[in-house]
Nanobody
Framework: QVQLVESGGGLVQPGGSLRLSCTAS????????MGWHRQVPGKEREWVAT???????NYADSVKGRFTISRDNAKNTVYLQMDRLTPEDTAVYYC?????????WGQGTQVTVSS
């Protein structure tokens, strides 16, 4: 069992930056694919970025070049650096850890991009 807790969300102006953190407990994240998703009220949750155990990253087209996912296995934490934010990035951001047969989600952290 993995418990995931996100932090770092908040209100930021367009063009600004935020760094989200997701700290895991209950198990080491080392063998897990780690990812970030986001959801706007009334819409389906959408995938944002993932990083596998080898460090390979993938990004949704909407955030490519602006967001960076990283992981620190020693701290059992995954990060999402978000730069050049736009109002369209406003959402609740969720951390996810994934192995075959094991799929865990955090409770989410709100990101609001507004002037």
């Amino acid at each position: 069992q993995v418990q995931l807790v996100e932090s770092g969300g908040g209100l930021v102006q367009p063009g600004g930056s935020l760094r989200l953190s997701c700290t895991a407990s209950g198990s080491r994240i080392t063998p897990y694919v780690m990812g970030w998703h986001r959801q706007v009220p009334g819409k389906e949750r959408e995938w944002v970025a993932t990083m596998n155990t080898g460090g390979t990253t993938n990004y949704a087209d909407s955030v490519k070049g602006r967001f960076t996912i990283s992981r620190d296995n020693a701290k059992n934490t995954v990060y999402l650096q978000m730069d050049r934010l736009t109002p369209e990035d406003t959402a609740v951001y969720y951390c996810r850890s994934l192995l075959p047969g094991r799929d865990y989600w955090g409770q989410g952290t709100q990101v609001t991009v507004s002037s």
